[in-house]
């Protein structure tokens, strides 16, 4: 049996915001909005290149989770596949007002990255 993630799922608190963030910032493609009227749910499946995919999704009543760090997910790490795009995107996202936390650097692990904060509070970890 062969094994693969499908996709990664993550509520917030402005949908539309959201969506835009990966759109402009990582190239994401969102599908059509999917609206559940019984529950209030609404979701975009964010499609990249080399078929990762991301659902954004929001619903009524949502509260905010435990502030960082935290038990349960840390952070997501999108490739951009290269420094210069890592370089380049860190100082796009600065430029246009978003915190950036570490970096670009190189890890004690090797990896090439800058981690940045989402319009939502989450982690993104930008890699080669």
Known sequence: MAISINHV???????ERARRFYETYFAARA?????DPRTGLRTYFLSFDGGVR??????PGLSASA????????HLALS???TTAVDELTARLRHDGFEILSGP???G????ESVAVD????LIEITV
């Open 105 to 107: 650097r190189t890890t």
């Open 67 to 74: 502030p960082q760090p935290a038990h349960g997910w840390n």
């Open 80 to 82: 951009v596949g290269s």
């Open 9 to 15: 799922a993550v509520y917030v608190a402005d949908l």
């Open 119 to 122: 319009p939502e509070g989450n």
């Open 54 to 59: 991301l659902e954004l999704m929001t619903r």
């Open 31 to 35: 599908g059509d909005e999917y609206h």
């Open 109 to 112: 692990d090797g990896y090439y």
